[in-house]
């Protein structure tokens, strides 16, 4: 059974700085790419940024600049750093991760339950 489990979320003011974590623990063997997606209410589940298990990382057009993916594959962890906070960015976040699990050959893609951002001042 793998679970991923995010926290760092909170209530911050516009402008504010806030620092999302994600760890994963089960049953893994090994996990390839890692990501944060985030939903508002009323809206669908969009993506934020992603990070391979080689670094490369990729960020919705909305937080780059201002949001920081990374991860520490010793710890089986992922982070968001999330900078510059704009009422828009509210919203809860969920990270997920493509995760190969003992005994298994091919990955698989996993969810946390997520964690709530509230902008607002």
């Known amino acids: 059974q793998v679970q991923l489990v995010e926290s760092g979320g909170g209530l911050v003011q516009p402008g504010g700085s806030l620092k999302l974590s994600c760890t994963v623990s089960?049953?893994?063997?090994?996990?390839?790419?890692m990501g944060w997606y985030r939903q508002a209410p009323g809206k669908q589940r969009e993506l934020v940024a992603t990070i391979t298990s080689g670094d490369i990382r990729n960020y919705a057009d909305s937080v780059k600049g201002r949001f920081t993916i990374s991860r520490d594959n010793a710890k089986n962890m992922v982070y968001l750093q999330m900078n510059s906070l704009k009422p828009e960015d509210t919203a809860v976040y969920y990270c997920?991760?493509?995760?190969?699990?003992?005994?298994?050959?091919?990955?698989?893609?996993?969810w946390g339950q997520g964690t709530q951002v509230t902008v607002s001042s």
């Open positions: 089960g049953s893994i063997f090994r996990i390839n790419a």
């Open positions: 997920n991760a493509a995760i190969i699990t003992a005994g298994s050959r091919y990955d698989k893609l996993y």
